[in-house]
């Protein structure tokens, strides 16, 4: 009630001829609120429901965008963490494909130790590589042609001629 007396309709809204807006609030991360809006002069008319529903999609696309910027922040921060770990550590997918490598864990790789073929962790010895094999699916439950089990942390032996480690593959949630 009474916005049409308001000063911001007086020095603003009245320049500008604007008498019809759109807008969208959603709440950002942490304890602000962005709004957006969008504005036509009278003589342009309401806006129709093909508006309404893109300014609805807008303020959706933009709501997601904060989010998952402060997940991207939050997981820099805990990659940085992981690289303080001493301990070789490597991230992969149940189908091997490296994900996370700390410091550590990349120096493995860049020493021959390991390998990279197509994204996927590889061993130079056979045998290397079928424990390799064998620990992720025990990890992550995926039974080699058989039913998912309970995932369940696996140890994996790695042994070269100037390097060896023994590793424990953990499961993690997806």
Request: charged content about 20%; aromatic content about 6%; hydrophobic content about 45%.
């Amino acid at each position: 009630d009474g916005f049409e007396r308001t000063g911001i309709v007086a020095d603003y809204l009245d320049r500008l001829d604007v008498r019809r807006h759109l807008v969208c609030s959603f709440r950002l991360p942490g304890e602000s609120i962005a709004t957006l809006s969008v504005m036509r002069s009278r003589r342009a008319g309401s806006f129709d429901s093909l508006g309404r529903e893109r300014m609805t999609r807008a303020a959706r696309h933009l709501a997601r965008s904060f989010g998952i910027g402060d997940l991207l922040v939050e997981r820099a921060a805990c990659l940085g963490a992981l690289d303080l770990v001493a301990a070789p550590l490597l991230i992969v997918t149940a189908t091997g494909r490296l994900v996370f490598g700390n410091v550590t864990g990349q120096s493995l790789i860049a020493a021959g130790h390991l390998r990279l073929q197509g994204g996927r962790l590889a061993c130079s010895r056979p045998s290397d590589q079928q424990r390799l094999d064998a620990a992720i699916r025990l990890a992550t439950g995926v039974a080699a042609g058989g039913p998912l089990q309970p995932p369940q942390p696996a140890t994996w032996l790695l042994e070269a001629a100037d390097f060896s480690g023994r590793f424990v593959v953990l499961p993690l949630p997806e």
